[in-house]
């Protein structure tokens, strides 16, 4: 009984978690019409056709657009350590100006921390973010300059 309750709850799981693909290769298109994903050596759902095309569905990631944070000097040192991070970074600014303040962002651009500098040195937790890429724009909106970092999160 309680190896056919494990067996059934294994391949529940399997099952929930099992939305991802191992394949040759895939590209993405796009143009103003519209755009298509595809992966070559995907298991196949279901398949649609008619005189001239065939459309054949499954699982797929569509491709992932990462954006980025231009870099403009700022007038004075900044550091950051460590880098990569597990729970917490160091900020430091060799200098305090009004309006200095920094944005922690994801990948996809959301803003995820942001807090005004009053210090030369700041401490940012990281703890409660995930595994991943992350990217910290510093801001003097006084002289409109910044800085940005990118930043490896470790567990």
């Known amino acids: 009984m309680k190896l056919t309750l494990f067996t059934l709850l294994t391949l529940f799981t399997v099952s929930i978690f099992g939305q991802e693909v191992v ?26 056709s008619d005189a001239s ?16 944070i231009p870099t403009v000097q700022a007038s004075f040192d900044v550091s950051l350590y460590p880098n990569p991070v597990n729970y917490q970074s160091t900020l430091t600014v060799s200098q305090i100006t009004e309006g200095l303040k920094y944005d922690v962002f ?7 921390i942001t807090s005004t500098i009053t210090k030369t040195e700041t401490t940012i937790d990281f703890s409660k ?5 992350y990217f910290l724009k510093l801001t003097d909106q006084k002289n409109g300059l910044f800085n940005s970092f990118q930043i490896q999160k470790l567990n």
């Open 23 to 48: 394949s040759s290769t895939g590209e993405s298109h796009s143009n103003s019409a519209g755009s298509i994903d595809y992966t070559i050596g995907e298991v196949s759902t279901e398949t649609i």
């Open 53 to 68: 095309n065939a459309l054949t569905q499954g699982q797929h990631q569509p491709k992932l657009n990462i954006n980025t």
């Open 106 to 112: 994801d990948v996809g651009g959301k803003v995820l």
């Open 129 to 133: 973010l995930s595994s991943g890429q």
